[in-house]
């Protein structure tokens, strides 16, 4: 299938420096209720990129759950693939792809684990179906049928039917904590507006212009 000939013009008139917030995580907040309010379908879902021993990269999609000052937190099955590549490399690249407001940010850095005091939180506020399906699923093991997994949501869920669901302590937060911010804004006649955000060893953040 050729796909050269599809063209999207864009019609933004791109991003200036007098613009941008000098804390990329202030202007991160900005553009993301800017897309909360514009209606986008999960705003906060992010391909997370990792890579592992064998050096292949692996990307997939994870779900935004908190940020602040101190970096972006998502949540997994500490023994899926993502967690083992993040065991042996934990450096990590998480993209948000805003298109109807032709907007990108990229956002590089080191993860960590957060608190299992934290996770527990987050896992309490859950929905009951959502925690529960954090104990059937074998996060990336290969299962014979989707009848699998029900027939085990099943049992756990009946399991648990007078009770507090347990947390899994296979199952927790990370942290990205960033080093790199990039702010892509789309503009006329594909020239458009990249600034990316360094983190310096003095803990400022330098801004420079990216050519498109």
């Known amino acids: 299938m050729d796909l050269s000939s599809m063209r999207e013009e864009y019609v ?6 007098k613009d941008l917030d000098d ?6 907040e900005k553009w993301f209720e800017q897309a909360m309010s514009a209606d986008l379908i999960e705003p906060n879902a992010m391909s997370l990129a990792t890579v592992g021993e064998d050096m292949m990269p692996s990307i997939r999609t994870v779900l935004l759950k908190f940020f602040d000052e101190s970096g972006f937190v998502f949540f ?3 023994e899926s693939v993502k967690a083992k590549q993040l065991e042996q490399n934990p450096k990590a690249a998480i993209h948000f792809a805003w298109l109807g407001l032709e907007r990108q940010v990229k956002i590089e850095g080191v993860i960590e684990r957060i608190s299992s005091t ?3 939180k987050y896992f309490l506020s859950r929905p009951k179906g959502s925690q529960i399906g954090a104990w059937v699923s074998q996060q990336s093991q290969v299962i014979s049928s989707r009848s699998v997994l029900e027939a085990k949501f099943n049992e756990i869920k009946s399991k648990f039917v007078k009770g507090e669901i347990p947390f899994p302590s296979f199952w927790g937060g990370y942290i990205l904590k960033p080093q790199k911010i990039e702010f892509w804004q789309g503009a006329k006649h594909r ?3 990249r600034f990316v955000y360094t983190l310096k060893e003095d803990n400022k953040w330098q ?3 990216l050519a498109p």
């Open 12 to 17: 933004n008139q791109g991003l200036r420096r």
């Open 23 to 28: 804390n990329p995580i202030k202007q991160f």
């Open 76 to 78: 997994s099955n500490y």
């Open 118 to 120: 934290k996770s527990l």
């Open 191 to 193: 020239l458009h507006d």
């Open 207 to 209: 801004i420079d212009r």
